[in-house]
């Protein structure tokens, strides 16, 4: 039933399962794996490796579909997860145990010659970690959601990322077995996470959260140099430029990781790898295991590994064009696009700014040239997150109230006259003043329908930007193929922070997670033909698609 549902053929051989198959690694220790193992011609192995257990329902996407289709699935538990020995240390270990793992499989007996890796997420780390040194058996892999720079995506902007405590507090208490106890979990979790994250100094309140049970959170929130060696194993960029096999990659265009998903791609690309790319409309839970997923993941290997034919893949990209709910294929990401500019403008009267489209020059009298739009941000009232890319199933949201909040500033454009494909990163260039360097920029691109409701579309974070001499300084935003609609509006909202998805800028300079002071501070925006503020919108320059839409 579940293959029909993910839209794959018919089973066409039994399988049988051996669980608790023990794997050696370099240091003595043994890695715990379930195998799948198909009764009648095999067509490849498919190679699975996670922290999350081995069983439903992960099981079931992840190897029991494709062992009824064919395939020997080989799922190896992390080390010091789920009955593999030694400790457990987020990332640190996956390229030694990964190339251990891929040494013993391609010595057992019933191994075909060739395998593929597959997984989402943290199982897409793993995947990295085993392409720094791709085997010669190695024949294909799909990474879905899955980061190679573990350390890029915590710190890359400056700031640190918290959904980390919560995956963290996850992890540590995932082998808690028992209904009633997975039911206090839920009910207890998020109040205690949440009353975790309001606490100073960061570390201090991860260590009564978790324990001490997750000693690598204390590490990652207290270590913001992205040279510190303490990241380099978690840091795999060397992998893209060493993999030699066809790479399919899915994400979604509210998922957390999705700037690692689009840079694998370039770079790959760049290199002439036979590579691939699906992003969908979806989170990081969605893209994880949802239908079109499995179904792809099918089409791959039966492709890569199976040699077959493609049932379904017309074109090299197929991405979700958000706005107008369809599917488009094109060649490459991202399709042609011009700059679009919009100029930051002081409103008509009131809270609200204006986005004026061009370069036409404001009308006398006006009162634009040397405005500013000033906001305070304060660290013991932090702005809040609503919505944005996080590990959350409500990532894109209704985020009217961000417009009528004190520390936020907000700038609408004009109802639009004519349908908007924007197809790209979007980039806000501002002449920005502070009242001391110790600052965050949040920058949020929204869609405001005919009834003013506003839906957040993609957003850009940085700490400390970089500032000219002039003032001047860009926040770079997530990349999103999205339509805004004829009569809706363009909206950009500008704030200080985003509290819990990033970590409060405690306006203090003290060292990153161990700060407990408060600070608030003073943002001012220049707007006007003086000051040059602006949002430019990547635009499609043609409908960015060939061939009929997919399903």
Not at 72 to 93: L, N
Not at 416 to 439: E, K, N, Q
Not at 508 to 528: F, I, K, N, S
Not at 539 to 549: F, I, L, N, R, W
């Amino acid at each position: 039933m579940a293959g029909r549902l993910c839209g794959l053929p018919p089973p066409r051989t039994d399988f049988e399962v051996r669980r608790n198959i023990t794997i050696p690694t370099r240091d003595g220790l043994f890695l715990t794996a379930d195998h799948y193992r198909p009764t009648s011609d095999p067509r490849g192995t498919v190679l699975i490796r996670g922290p999350y257990g081995r069983r439903f329902p992960l099981d079931l996407g992840l190897a029991r579909l494709f062992a009824a289709r064919g395939y020997h699935a080989v799922f190896v538990s992390c080390r010091g997860t789920h009955g593999s020995q030694g400790d457990f240390r987020p990332m640190e270990t996956e390229v030694a145990d990964g190339l251990d793992v891929t040494a013993w499989l391609v010595a057992e007996p019933w191994f075909e010659g060739r395998f593929a890796t597959i997984g989402p997420s943290y199982l897409g780390f793993t995947q990295w970690a085993v392409l720094t040194a791709p085997p010669a058996e190695l024949a294909a892999a799909v990474v879905t959601a899955g980061p190679h720079d573990f350390a890029d995506h915590a710190w890359g902007t400056g700031a640190f990322k918290l959904d980390f405590l919560g995956w963290s507090h996850g992890i540590v208490n995932q082998d808690r077995s028992g209904v009633l106890s997975r039911l206090r979990r839920v009910a207890t979790g998020r109040r205690a996470l949440r009353q975790a994250l309001d606490q100073l100094p960061l570390v201090d309140a991860a260590d009564s959260l978790l324990g001490g049970r997750a000693p690598w959170y204390r590490e990652w929130v207290t270590r913001p140099d992205l040279d510190d060696a303490f990241w380099e194993p978690m840091r795999l960029g060397r992998a893209l430029d060493e993999v030699n096999v066809p790479v399919l990659l899915i994400g979604g265009w509210q998922d957390l990781f999705l700037d690692q998903t689009l840079a694998q791609y370039a770079h790959l690309r760049r290199r002439g790898i036979d590579t691939a790319l699906t992003v969908g409309p979806w989170n990081h839970y969605q893209t994880s295991l949802s239908r079109p997923v499995i179904g792809e993941t099918f089409d791959w290997l039966e492709v890569h590994l199976a040699g077959r034919e493609s049932r379904s893949r017309e074109a090299a990209v197929r991405v979700h064009l958000g706005g107008a709910g369809e599917w488009r294929a094109m060649p490459a990401w991202p399709p042609a696009t011009v700059d679009s500019c919009w100029h930051l403008r002081p409103g008509r009267g009131g809270r609200a700014h204006r986005l004026v489209v061009g370069t036409a020059p404001e009308a006398p009298g006006s009162g634009a040239g040397g405005s500013w739009a000033r906001f305070t941000y304060d660290p013991a009232r932090p702005t809040p997150a609503l919505g944005g890319p996080m590990l959350s199933r409500r990532c894109q949201v209704d985020d009217t109230a961000l417009a009528d909040r004190w520390d936020v500033v907000t700038f609408d454009s004009d109802a639009l006259g004519a349908d908007l494909d924007v197809a790209g990163a979007p980039l806000v260039a501002l002449t920005h003043r502070s009242d001391h360097p110790h600052f965050d920029l949040f920058v949020r691109l929204s869609e405001v329908d005919t009834r003013g409701r506003s839906r957040n579309l993609t957003e850009g974070y940085r700490r400390a930007p970089a500032v000219g001499a002039d003032g001047s300084t860009e926040v770079a935003m997530v990349p999103v193929f999205h339509r805004v609609r004829a009569g809706h509006r363009i909206r950009l909202l500008i704030a200080g922070g985003s509290f819990p998805r990033f970590d409060r800028n405690l306006g203090t300079g003290e060292p990153a997670g161990l700060g407990r002071g408060m600070r608030p501070v003073g943002h001012a925006v220049g707007l006007g033909p003086e000051h040059a503020s602006r949002l430019v919108l990547p635009v499609a320059t043609e409908a960015a698609a060939t061939g009929p839409p997919l399903s």
